[in-house]
């Protein structure tokens, strides 16, 4: 049996995709309360009985929320054309190599809208 869990965080984000077609309204600078779910699979401590405690796992966020909440994402190294999946990509590949249980990172953009990276 597979167990795992997930925690999901917000961010307030302004961003325009520089990409799209003109006339596109995407070109435009606007704004996104995006939702960060991290998925993280492993063991189940038979001592604590979870994977990971939460408060790790927002720890191992935080980095990230103060360089991504409350910007313009497009100022931001690897965020140049911030698509959904473009921001799930770069949260997956900064947060793995210290979180090896995290194996699925998804970005919404909307209540109805969003991208998800996964390990192949
Ligand atoms: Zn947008």
């Known amino acids: 049996m597979k167990t795992s869990l997930y925690k999901i965080f917000r961010l307030e984000c302004a961003h325009y995709l520089p990409a799209v077609p003109e006339g596109h309204p995407c070109a435009r600078m606007h704004g996104h309360s995006f939702s960060v779910t991290l ?9 604590t009985g979870w994977i990971l405690d939460f408060g790790r796992v927002r720890e191992h966020f935080e ?3 103060i ?3 409350h910007h313009t994402l497009n100022e931001i190294r690897g965020l140049e054309n911030p698509t959904s999946e473009h921001l799930a990509r770069f949260v997956y ?3 793995k190599p210290d979180l090896p249980e995290l194996y699925r990172v ?3 953009e ?3 809208a969003g991208a998800r990276v996964e390990d192949d």
């Open 106 to 108: 998804d970005v919404g």
């Open 110 to 112: 909307t209540c109805t």
């Open 39 to 47: 998925h993280l699979r492993g063991e189940v401590d038979p001592q």
């Open 63 to 65: 980095p990230l929320r």
């Open 67 to 69: 360089l991504l909440d």
């Open 93 to 95: 590949l900064r947060l």
